[in-house]
């Protein structure tokens, strides 16, 4: 079995300023943007956690370009690999063909630890520290309506696009 990686993430200090450089610097466009959302039942390394964070959407051909600013200055998946003030990749995506529980199976039989666990509405996620093994972390997303409407929009919007309205903000 392959799995289809559809993202790359990259954490950034200032979710603003990583739009428009990557948009000035490589035309990627336009970004969507989710402003200070928070995931509920966060489950950081075995324990309760919470996280603030902005996050944006762009498409790229079939991969599809996340950037993540952490606002909060609690532990997470993303402090363990970009200190706070600085930038850099983070992790690859795939939806999971089941569920975030036997993601997490598959994951502790490798030896590889659910680093986050959580969920924002519908959508349940999990992060899986393989920076040992790959150098990065894994998402994995269970398939629900809004996330994959959210992927269709984003790719929708690249579709075509000239260079207009390069950041527009979602709910």
């Known amino acids: 079995m392959s799995r289809q990686y559809v993202q790359s993430c990259f954490i950034v200090p200032d979710i603003e300023a990583a739009m428009a450089e990557w948009h000035r610097v490589s035309d990627v466009g336009p970004f969507f943007v989710m402003a200070h959302v928070q995931p509920e039942n966060g489950i950081y390394r075995g324990k309760p956690a919470e996280l603030e964070m902005s996050c944006a959407f762009a498409q790229s051909g079939s991969m599809q370009i996340e950037l993540i600013e952490q606002h909060c200055d609690n532990p997470s998946v993303y402090r363990d690999t970009v200190p706070a003030g600085s930038g850099g990749f983070h992790h690859f995506c795939y939806w999971a063909d089941g569920t975030i529980a036997e993601e997490v199976e598959h994951y502790r039989q490798r030896g590889i630890e ?34 994959l409407e959210l992927f269709r929009m984003v790719a929708q919007g690249a579709e075509g696009w000239d260079g207009s309205d390069p950041i527009r903000h979602v709910t």
């Open 114 to 147: 659910a680093g986050y666990l959580a969920s924002f509405g519908d959508l349940n996620f999990g992060y899986f520290d393989a920076r040992k093994e790959l150098g990065c972390f894994l998402e994995v997303l269970e398939r629900e309506p809004g996330t």
